[in-house]
């Protein structure tokens, strides 16, 4: 049992060590070998140290984020998935578009878990209910002098850093290192940039598909703004509007669901995997266990091991039913 961050921390280094060719970002091996070093004593500190004192903003905090969904699935429990998933992310993806994106996530596995599978996800419902969460959700404030550290060149330029847009002449201090940030905090900037991604999702639903403009308006780089929300596309196309994707055949029913989100989300490009993988977490937390996803899962390397991670949840979760 994981019993605090430095618990947290210790798993996920241990899983580096293991296996350490496993595709991990090219900084988050630093982070775990410092975290090593120092014996966990500081458990978020080597993240946010990262990438000049701003975070990593990937998306392989929102890639992990699925089991505390599915633990902290009651109506009660939303306060305490939205803070789970915000510290699992901080171990590693500092930038509040990288932990905005786990909690986002998080919040879409519940979601699809309300629905019953044997009813279709209405793509209007599920991002209302996603929008009304985002827009409750706390902000930090930094502009009461929290600093983060960039280049001094950019100090005279408009510049967009790790996705939080930044006005000119901004004071830097005498050492050209630390640069204050006036005006809204970086996590409302990382909130207003999932708004317009979710916006354009909806959009992108109602209209006939396109490659191109899927990729430019949501993305498909390995940075959670440009991921999360993509998958939250391939999930809710499967439940299509008026689209005549030529690449999904029709289905009885959610049966292939699962594949249909595995394919448009590996015909979109970029961090295929990482999309794919949330795009089919939501899918099986919609439809639960089925013929086509056994097949699916006998093709996977371990495939067994998401279905013992499963059922030891739902024993968790509900222990008078097991």
């Not at 959700?137 to 009461?144: A, G, I, K, R, T």
């Not at 959670?224 to 029913?253: K, P």
Request: hydrophobic share 40%; with cysteine; charged share 25%.
């Amino acid at each position: 049992m994981l019993n605090s961050e430095a618990d947290v921390n210790g798993w996920f280094v241990e899983c580096y060590e293991d296996e350490p060719d496993r595709g991990y970002g090219a900084n988050v091996g630093k982070v775990f070998k410092v975290l090593r070093a120092t014996s966990f004593q500081n458990p978020f500190l080597p993240a946010r140290e990262q990438f000049a004192g701003g975070g990593s903003y990937g998306n392989g905090a929102a890639m992990r984020v699925s089991p505390v969904g599915l633990f902290y699935s009651r109506d009660s429990e939303e306060s305490e998935a939205i803070k789970v998933a915000k510290m699992q992310s901080l171990v590693t993806h500092a930038h509040p578009l990288g932990y905005f994106g786990a909690i986002l996530m998080c919040l879409a596995i519940r979601e699809a878990l309300k629905v019953p599978s044997d009813t279709p996800v209405n793509p209007d419902e599920f991002l209302d209910a996603l929008q009304l969460k985002l827009n409750a959700l706390p902000f930090v404030s930094e502009n009461d002098g929290d600093v983060v550290e960039v280049e001094a060149e950019l100090k005279k330029m408009k510049i967009t850093m790790m996705g939080v847009k930044m006005q000119a002449g901004i004071e830097v201090d005498q050492g050209g290192k630390k640069l204050l940030i006036p005006g809204e905090s970086r996590e409302e900037g990382a909130a207003a940039e999932y708004r317009e991604k979710l916006l354009a999702c909806r959009k992108l639903l109602k209209k006939d598909f396109d490659k191109d403009e899927i990729v430019n308006q949501l993305g498909n780089s390995v940075s959670a703004v440009d991921s999360v929300i993509t998958a939250f596309y391939c999930f809710l196309a499967c439940y299509n509007y008026n689209q005549a994707h030529e690449f999904m055949v029709e289905a009885s029913g959610n049966e292939e669901g699962m594949e249909k989100s595995l394919r448009l989300a590996c015909m979109l490009g970029g961090d295929t995997d990482t999309i794919a993988n949330m795009a089919c977490a939501l899918v099986g937390a919609h439809v639960g266990l089925n013929s086509r996803i056994c097949f699916l899962l006998d093709s996977c390397e371990e495939g067994n091991e998401p279905l013992d991670l499963g059922r030891h949840i739902y024993d968790l979760v509900y222990p008078s039913a097991s």
